[in-house]
């Protein structure tokens, strides 16, 4: 990996990271509505896991996905856009905080029903190996969403038909408030990729080097024909479930013990004790990340709301009576 | 023309279809080697191979997710739900996803996918493989419901589901399969969303779809013999619902009687006669009445079965209600 890839993704941690938090206080402001989910905490997992995919390759998530959509390479501007509503909005408007694409970029949303995408996401790969490409689709999903029968059903068709998916579970520990061994028979996510014959890797997700080295691995394995594997990368949401999570169900010094973890500190620590970057490069970057959020913010205050004669466009692809 | 079963005038749609355009496939339970379980995909899977007439485990949200996936791709799926009381184990997936992902995105993309899948009572199947339930999934903007009444339709309807770039639930009543009809030969498409007078009259309005043609064609022809002439309008597609003909027949006629073979309660009969109501108050001369079926869970027993369903004695009490 060459220094400009690695400050790239330094980056991407950090734009997410600060993106999120204005996105924050404009939803205290009353300014962002709906459910906000924040990936802070997480941003190693999703920034390491599409800096190894190729551009062929289809990435689709769950609700969490503001900082996917950022790693895909959607402007800022248009994630806050769509955050606050407005006909700029990646979705014009239409999806929110947990309904961002963009096509262009093979980002396939942003869905919000449980495990719900799990299925598209063998159906896409399915399209790819009908029509003969190469791609791999990227499916990523909480440890939450192991739970439901959409993931057994989406795993097993993906093994029985060979198709080139990627599962990649976020473990996050806890499914809105209930910790993995409340929830899942078994406390490795990892192991349920057994029950479908399917090769499995665990990783750290606090290290975005690992997340890419793994992932780089386990894509190219995939595209090779050795049909779908699944990674289970280990990470920590820093904040609550979404924005009203009264948080009873952990205590601060759990998460104050992961904050030493800090992905954004992790990497930093790195590239500055390995000479990959110095701290004022580093800190530029930040400059950078900061500036880049406040031009967002502007530009999607200053963006205008959908006009209401739109609201019916795009329930249908073809004209109807 | 040729006459055909509605299930020949269908499998018929999705050969040519395939022939034409290679993005079509289709995949759902025992639509390849088996054949389809209603025979509908007889002989696919020999001719165009198991990549394109695609066997799949017993998993309906799979089948739809699936479906959902590779559109999202471009191709033109057709899934097969062995039938439409199966849907409910995808309900997620037909609700949530398939008649919203267009507009959410913002129209990024399109779902030209087709849903196929067996609906109505009427064979002794039990209370869990007998329902109606079309009406539920016309609830829902986003989704398009069809359900032909004749092979005619059947086909030229199906083929212009295939290629739409909308997703369209296709409903196919499992008794109307032997009945026959005359099929246009050659390539032909009808619009989705277009009603069609299927018998002029002037007296009363029959509105109808699906089975509730076959029994409404059958009450028309005894009532004939009494003098009344009754005028079949035939919804074709539930959503779009195109009322058009209905409210220029029911100007004529000034009655009408809704005819489906779902449930009375919230069901095509009460969005149909409120859109009479509404789009023609001054010209009712009698209130419009509905015939369904009974508000019971379909029973086994044969004659328990039957008289809980429409029959053609109740719609032509029905109409004799209305005159």
Redesign the interface.
Known sequence: MDKQTYLDLYYQMVLIRRLEERGAELYQAGKIGGFMHLYIGQEAVSTGLIAARQPQDRVITAYRDHGVAINCGIPANQVMAELLGKASGISKGRGGSMHMADVTKNFWGGHAIVGAHMPLASGMALGDKYAGRDGVTICMFGEGATNIGFFHEALNLSKVWMLPVLWVCENNRYGMGTAVARASAVSEIQQKAEGYDMAHERVDGMDVLAVYKAAKKAIEAVRSGSGPRMLEIMTYRFRGHSMGDPERYRKQEEVKKWEEQDPIGVFCDYLTSNKKATNGELDAIDERAKADVQKAVEFAEASPEPALETLFDNIYAEEVQ | MARLTMREAISQAMWEEMERDPNV?ILGEEVGVWGGSYAVTKGFYDHFGG?RV?D??I?E??I????????????R?IAELMTINFAFAAM??IV??TAK??????????LPMVIRAVTGGGRQLGATHSQTPDAIFAHF??L?VVSPGTPEDAKGLLKAAIR???PVLFLEQATLYQVRGEVPDGDYVIPI?KSKVQRPGKDVTIVTYSKGLEISLKAAELLAKEGVEAEIVDLRSLR?L?MDPVIESFKKTNRAVVVEEGWKSFGVGAEVSARIYEQAFDYVDAPVRRVAQKEVPLPYNRTLEQSALPQVEDVIAAVKEVL
């Open positions: 496939f990549e695609r799949t485990p998993a949200a799979a739809i997710g699936a479906a959902i996936g590779s559109a999202m791709t471009g191709l799926p997620d997936h949530n996803e992902l267009h507009y959410m995105f913002g129209g990024q993309f399109v903007p986003g398009k739409s770039n909308d969303g779009p195109d």
